[in-house]
Nanobody, 127 residues
Framework: QVQLAESGGGLVQVGGSLRLSCAASGPSFGRYALAWFRQAPGKEREFVAALRLRDDVVRYGDSVKGRFTISRNSARNTVYLQMLSLKPEDTAIYYC????????????????????WGQGTQVTVSS
């Protein structure tokens, strides 16, 4: 069982930046893939970024490539999402998710890959 807790959301102006954190608790942290998804009102949950911890493979959603970076601090069992050049369309609830271990690279952007989810943190970008 993996438990996830997001933090770092807030209100930011267009062009600004934020860093989200996802603290994970559970056994064998290094065997999982952790990801960020987001959901705006009235929209489907969208893949943002993923990091497979055992080999540092990363994947990004098309809408955030070049602006967002996923990273980790293994000593703290924490994954981060650094968000730069924020746009109003980045406004959403951001969720951290973990698989059960063993995710293949081609599945890292798929919601069904992830079994554990945090409660989410709100990011609002004002224009």
């Amino acid at each position: 069982q993996v438990q996830l807790a997001e933090s770092g959301g807030g209100l930011v102006q267009v062009g600004g930046s934020l860093r989200l954190s996802c603290a994970a608790s559970g056994p064998s942290f290094g065997r999982y893939a952790l990801a960020w998804f987001r959901q705006a009102p009235g929209k489907e949950r969208e893949f943002v970024a993923a990091l497979r911890l055992r080999d540092d493979v990363v994947r990004y959603g098309d809408s955030v490539k070049g602006r967002f970076t996923i990273s980790r601090n293994s000593a703290r069992n924490t994954v981060y999402l650094q968000m730069l050049s924020l746009k109003p369309e980045d406004t959403a609830i951001y969720y951290c998710a973990s698989d059960r271990g063993g995710a293949i690279v081609s599945s890292l952007g798929t919601r069904a890959t992830y079994a554990y989810w945090g409660q989410g943190t709100q990011v609002t970008v004002s224009s």
